[in-house]
């Protein structure tokens, strides 16, 4: 995603890994209102463990092995954990003309309920570290930038197959491709008419996955597990869907996750919500990590090769997981 305003520009390891992870057990304080329903407990060891598998593949950029092979990974998962896939492939037309194969993935619970909740994140990763002052040309890991939302979704999708008691509302998860392509920062000659970062929410904004789809909103996920995070309220976010900003702002501070959920509205950004605002007409809000601390918009290890592992910490995974649960079953 880039700033409006400066452009800038298996299994058995999870298996294992799920055995601490059972129910919540935090008891409710008596102050909360007996309609309030307590989610299952979103498991950080296990969203944790699909970050690193996400690395495993390498870089996720368009045309790159990695990328494939992610992506059948995320279609296999979702299968399992018995959600309707639908891979919509497209052509990315990227910043320097050329045109590659990419595919959103869509993965539904409960498909024919009405009331339906987007959780998104994007799959693909960054192909050069063009912020960073070394190998500017290489492509990043993004354990951040990719895959840490994908992680938090994956741990979502499998915590409502696991429950025993289904949700009424459907939820669609869309993992959207191509996020990451848009022009590098030593391009001078910019086309300011297009946006080519965010390309696959563009398309999907503009071609439903579904004829005459509609969703009650959305929450976009974007860098969700760098140690130290702060999701301030993006301006976009504000500007579309201010009510949702808010549930889910208040919901972090009920159960406790206010030291990451800050409420102070900060600029906006672009990345994937706005295209489903602006062209799909639907409520999306971004919970993304921002730096108020430097120059540097995001998180510091952005669009670096330093994006790996080591940044990641498995309480911001939990925080963002734990509070969407929480969201979802009080819907
Ligand atoms: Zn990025």
């Given at each position: 995603m880039k700033w409006i305003t400066l452009l800038y520009g298996s299994l058995l390891a999870s298996i294992i890994l799920l055995e601490s992870c059972q129910r919540e057990t935090k008891e409710q304080t008596t102050q909360e209102i007996s309609t309030y329903h307590n989610p299952p407990e979103f498991c950080a060891d296990s969203a944790f463990y699909y970050v690193q598998k996400q690395l495993t593949f390498g870089p996720r950029?368009?045309?790159?092995?990695?990328?494939?092979?992610c992506g059948d990974f995320l279609?296999?998962?979702?299968?399992?954990?018995?959600?309707?896939?639908?891979?919509?492939?497209f052509d990315a037309t990227l910043y320097n003309g050329k045109i590659l194969k990419a595919r959103n993935i869509i993965g539904s619970y409960q498909p024919t309920a009405t009331k339906r909740i987007i959780l998104a994140a994007h799959w693909?990763?960054?192909?050069?570290?063009?912020?960073d002052t070394i190998r500017k040309n290489d492509p990043i890991l993004g354990a951040n930038d990719g895959a840490s939302g994908v992680a938090v979704l994956l741990e979502i999708a499998r915590v409502l197959h696991n429950d025993t008691i289904p949700l009424k509302i459907g939820i669609d998860i869309i993992f959207f491709d191509a996020e990451d392509y848009g022009e590098p920062t030593w391009i001078e000659e910019k086309n300011y008419s297009q946006t080519y970062y965010?390309?696959?929410s563009q398309y999907w904004a503009k071609n439903k996955h579904i004829p005459n789809y509609r969703a009650y909103y959305g929450i976009l996920l974007d860098m969700v597990g760098a140690r130290n995070a702060?999701?301030?309220?993006?301006?976009?976010?504000?500007?579309?869907?201010?009510?949702i900003v808010k549930k889910v702002w208040d919901t972090a501070e009920r159960i406790g996750y206010s030291q990451y959920f800050v409420k102070q509205e900060t600029p906006s950004?672009?990345?994937?919500?706005y295209f489903v605002n602006r062209y799909g007409g639907i409520p999306m809000i971004d919970i993304?990590?921002?730096?108020?601390?430097n120059n540097e918009p995001f998180f510091s290890d952005w669009h670096k090769h330093s994006d790996n592992l080591e940044q990641i910490d498995k309480n911001v995974l939990k925080a963002v997981g734990q509070t969407l649960l929480h969201v979802l079953y009080n819907e």
């Open positions: 950029y368009l045309g790159s092995h990695g990328h494939q092979q279609v296999k998962e979702l299968e399992r954990f018995k959600f309707h896939v639908i891979q919509q492939n693909d990763t960054r192909p050069f570290a063009d912020q965010c390309l696959g702060t999701f301030t309220m993006e301006g976009n976010s504000m500007e579309y869907a201010p009510k950004v672009i990345d994937d919500h993304i990590h921002y730096n108020d601390d």
